[in-house]
């Protein structure tokens, strides 16, 4: 049959090949994605099908199922499902109490020198950079201490995006100048108008993937503040549940958890006490 790039921009993904994928989506990622959520999978999907000149989306569910698509395509998807959306300091009143509660209390107490943070679900990386201004401002001038951030996600787009740390000059519009020139690099090309982050705060970070849904993180340390947040609001309450279980042990005794404004913890049997909005203590 002689491949016809009109035949699949008619292709649609009827409700098996849709459920089948939504299944294994939210049952390994825990992203859920109800009947209603059928077009914008059509739509997200559509591109890879050309890509990969599939005629059919029942071809294309086949593949990406297949022994092969597991290794070539499944990330592929993975990439264009996820909701990557994110800002530099998304929901400020975090990074105020950070400010001044978290990084004040950590210095008072004095029992580490480094402090470890987490970005899960840190999608392009503008959580994870937002978290390094406010830290090294205030570690810059305090001889012997420091931190270091993670950030994960199960997008490899976006975290090659994180890694790269170039982002539109428009991105930091809200940004005040002075933060602007301690801790971002103009592009060379004018017409480009673009930024990126200076060396200063990318040699404190680390990117990983990392699915939060499993059981075991390959992460061997723990953390005085976790950040994740704008991820559990897709999750069904029991895959929030199990995530936010995990979250609490690689928290330290004492550290903080972060989660979107709009998503909020309860009635869990965790040792972890509402402090702030959306931001929980470890006992
Ligand atoms: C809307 S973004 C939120 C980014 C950032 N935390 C913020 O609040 O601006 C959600 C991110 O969660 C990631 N994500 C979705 N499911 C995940 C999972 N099971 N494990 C890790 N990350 C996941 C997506 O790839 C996406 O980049």
Redesign the pocket.
């Known amino acids: 049959m002689t491949y016809n790039p009109l035949s699949v921009y008619k292709a649609e993904l009827d409700q098996s090949d849709f459920v089948r994928i939504s299944r294994f989506i939210g049952q390994n990622?825990?992203?859920k994605l109800p009947d209603h959520k059928r077009i914008m999978l059509q739509g997200r999907l559509i591109n890879r099908l050309i890509k990969l000149n599939f005629e059919s989306f029942k071809k294309y569910t086949d593949y990406v199922f297949s022994d092969e698509g597991k290794v070539v395509e499944l990330q592929n998807m993975i990439d264009v499902i996820?909701?990557?959306?994110?800002?530099f300091f998304?929901e400020h009143l975090h990074f105020d109490f950070l400010r001044n509660k978290v990084l004040p209390e950590f210095v008072e107490k004095g029992q580490s020198r480094n402090l470890n943070i987490w970005?899960?679900?840190?999608?392009s990386g503008?959580?994870v950079y937002s978290l390094a201004i406010v830290a090294e401002d205030f570690f810059g001038d305090k001889a012997g201490l420091d931190y270091s951030i993670l950030g994960?996600?199960?997008?490899t787009r976006?975290l090659e995006k994180a890694k790269t740390a170039i982002y539109p000059a428009n991105a930091i519009s809200a940004i005040s100048m002075e933060t602007k020139k301690k801790y971002f690099l103009k592009s060379k090309d004018t017409k480009a108008s673009n930024v990126r982050i200076k060396q200063e705060l990318r040699s404190k970070t680390t990117f990983l993937w990392?699915?939060?849904?499993e059981n075991d993180y390959a992460i061997n340390q723990t953390f005085e503040i976790i950040?994740c947040?704008?991820?559990l609001i897709?999750f069904s309450k029991q895959d929030q549940m199990h995530v936010i279980n995990n979250l609490s042990q690689k928290l330290k005794s004492g550290g903080y958890l972060f989660l979107?404004h709009s998503e909020s913890i309860s009635h869990l049997n965790l040792p972890l006490i509402s402090v702030s909005q959306t931001v929980f203590q470890k006992q």
């Open positions: 990622y825990g992203i996820s909701t990557n959306k994110t800002d998304r970005s899960a679900a840190c999608s503008e959580e994960t996600d199960i997008s976006m990392q699915n939060l849904m950040f947040r704008n991820v897709y979107g």
